[in-house]
């Protein structure tokens, strides 16, 4: 039997089937409250008279915890049941979502005792798409375009960069290294508009070597807390298209790419060079040691500064527990090792070694891959 609203083509149309599917698997794993049998009826007259329905709370919180446990690419799944879920489905608003923004950053960083948090905006509706955040993460370092041709700043911010200027942004005078982009953010069809972050929102981490004191005079710092805001959250069929969410930070995402990265800081030869590294051959592997004092530097800082950080080797051995603990339960946990495997010393973790279920892009809850963006 398959039921399909009349409107089925218009987007934003709910498939019955699948929020059948979700609301199955909510009854099974929690104490629902009310019968599931009665509950499917409930939404399937709310879709038919409406093209979509509305989720619970607890429906709303459980499923975006399921989407972090669906999420394969994420070694950080060990502690899915404790997302602290904000539920603002009643902000559609640029302004009204970026108040929200703020305050969840607030409660998410937390002086350092980072929470893993995250905030649900309005959900997409038959023919009325949700509000969108243009931004892939809620705080990113701008890439000011510089005389010699040349960019300041995170180079894969460029385009970020510019699109904000273009909305009416002004960048700092002179322009820094690490200039907090703001936030862009339109409702449904409408135009996209900008938010300044207010600084105090924004934790960030001077960083220093835990040997070398000159370190320090590279001036390098990184934010706290690490926001994905671009990728939709789509729960037993609905769309929403705005739920920015965050963990803390392993220090190899800062230390081994961000910093490091050609296209990004580029900083490997700075450091060999302060290091007094032989560069003259790959086969010193100048690199290689240049980025472990590099990934020591962020876990040093953060330390110092008291803010929640993970590292790869213990992070490793707490996905392989999650994944135990979820055969345990019943459960496969397909993971991408590409994205599970860190980007230094992959072979020295556990997660290596071993591999994985392959994932389902058709799993859900999930957070889905952004939609690509127009190239201006
Ligand atoms: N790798 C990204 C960054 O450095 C963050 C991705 C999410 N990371 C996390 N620990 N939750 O900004």
């Not at 640029?94 to 002086?111: D, F, K, N, W, Y």
């Not at 010393?345 to 690509?372: I, K, N, Q, W």
């Amino acid at each position: 039997m398959t039921l399909s609203a009349p409107n089925a083509a218009i987007p934003g149309t709910v498939d019955p089937e699948q929020a059948q599917e979700f609301l199955t698997r909510f009854h099974i794993e929690t104490d629902a409250p009310t019968p599931l049998a009665r509950r499917i009826w409930q939404i399937r007259d709310e879709i038919d008279a409406t093209g979509t329905y509305t989720h619970t709370t607890e429906e709303l919180a459980f499923g975006a915890r399921l989407a972090w446990r669906n999420a394969a690419r994420c070694i950080g799944r060990l502690y899915w049941r404790s997302l602290h879920v904000r539920d603002r489905r009643e902000e559609a608003t640029p302004a009204g979502i970026a108040t929200e923004c703020v305050q969840h950053l607030r409660e998410a960083t937390r002086s350092g005792r980072i929470r893993s948090t995250i905030t649900v905006f309005a959900p997409d509706r038959p023919g009325a798409p949700g509000p969108r955040i243009h931004n892939d993460q809620l705080i990113r370092y701008a890439a000011h375009r510089t005389a010699s041709g040349g960019l300041r700043g995170d180079g894969k911010y460029a385009a970020l960069t510019e699109r904000a200027i273009a909305l009416g942004w002004q960048p700092p005078d002179p322009p820094g290294r690490f200039d907090v982009l703001p936030l862009i953010i339109s409702a449904g069809e409408g135009e996209p508009e900008i938010f300044e972050l207010p600084r105090d929102a924004v934790l960030e981490v001077p960083l220093s070597h835990p040997e070398y004191e000159w370190f320090a005079e590279l001036r390098l710092r990184w934010h706290a807390v690490p926001a994905i805001s671009n990728m939709p959250l789509e729960v037993g069929g609905i769309t929403y298209p705005a739920a920015p969410f965050n963990g803390w930070y392993l220090g190899t995402e800062i230390g081994a790419r961000n910093l490091v990265d050609a296209d990004r800081y580029d900083l490997l030869p700075v450091l060999a060079e302060r290091l007094g590294l032989d560069t003259s051959s790959e086969r010193t592997l100048w690199r290689d040691r240049a980025l472990v004092e590099m990934v020591r530097a962020v876990h040093h800082s953060f330390d110092v500064a008291g803010v929640t950080m993970a590292d790869h080797h213990s992070e490793s051995r707490r996905f392989l527990t999650h994944v135990e603990r979820e055969e345990q339960a019943g459960r496969r946990s397909p993971a991408d090792w590409s994205w599970i495997v860190p980007p230094v010393s992959g072979g020295l973790t556990p997660v290596y070694h071993r591999d994985f279920d392959e994932p389902d892009p058709a799993t859900r809850p999930a957070f889905l891959l952004p939609e690509p963006r127009p190239a201006t």
